[in-house]
């Protein structure tokens, strides 16, 4: 079972700082090694980690800002840029480039308009590349958010992203 600091935090059309960190202090003591949990937490509010919250999570915890940025900086699963409602991970490994990941990959890229580490412009999707899955045996597949999908070719993908946006126009009408 998940602790309360793991608990989701309501945030707004915009990410509320010193609101999120009225929630944080309550669950935290603000000992230095808090630091990579605190990270977590705010990430998972916001999607991202913006720069006045780390700036925050250093005051709390009595850091510099310099190690809290370090820290953030060093492991690969935080981000510093907001991402959009989907991720699409695009293998990239040998078993799926072999069976064509890189035109997928293309044909994405051109249906977005949006390269891997972008977000489109509606806020929706967010595209990644991932060096291997290890769902060799399914080339070439891409993950969105959690789910995955194997042995995809380009109109596979596109009626995937087609349905993904049909299901956000029916919840926005």
């Known amino acids: 079972m998940e602790q309360a ?17 009225n929630e944080i202090s309550k669950g935290f003591k603000g ?20 720069e006045q919250a780390l700036l925050e ?6 850091l510099s800002a310099a ?3 370090g820290t953030a900086t060093f492991y690969a699963q935080f981000r510093f840029q907001p991402v959009g409602k989907y991720i699409i991970r695009v ?20 249906y977005l308009q949006a390269t891997p580490g972008q977000m489109t412009p509606d806020g929706l999707f967010t595209i990644e590349t991932v060096a291997c899955f290890g769902c060799c045996a399914l080339a070439p597949i891409m993950v969105v958010n959690d789910s995955v999908y194997g042995s995809l070719n380009r109109s ?18």
């Open 57 to 62: 999570i250093a005051r709390h915890t009595g």
């Open 156 to 173: 596979k993908a596109l009626k995937l992203l087609d349905e993904i946006r049909g299901r956000e126009a029916g919840v926005h009408s």
């Open 91 to 110: 293998c990239r490994g040998t078993a799926c480039h072999v069976k064509g990941s890189y035109r997928l990959l293309e044909t994405i890229e051109d």
């Open 31 to 50: 000992k230095p090694d808090e630091l990579i949990p605190m990270l977590q937490r705010v990430q998972r509010a916001l999607g991202f980690l913006p």
């Open 5 to 21: 600091i793991y608990q989701e935090l309501p945030v707004g059309s915009g990410p509320d700082i010193e609101g999120l960190f």
């Open 67 to 69: 190690r809290v940025f």
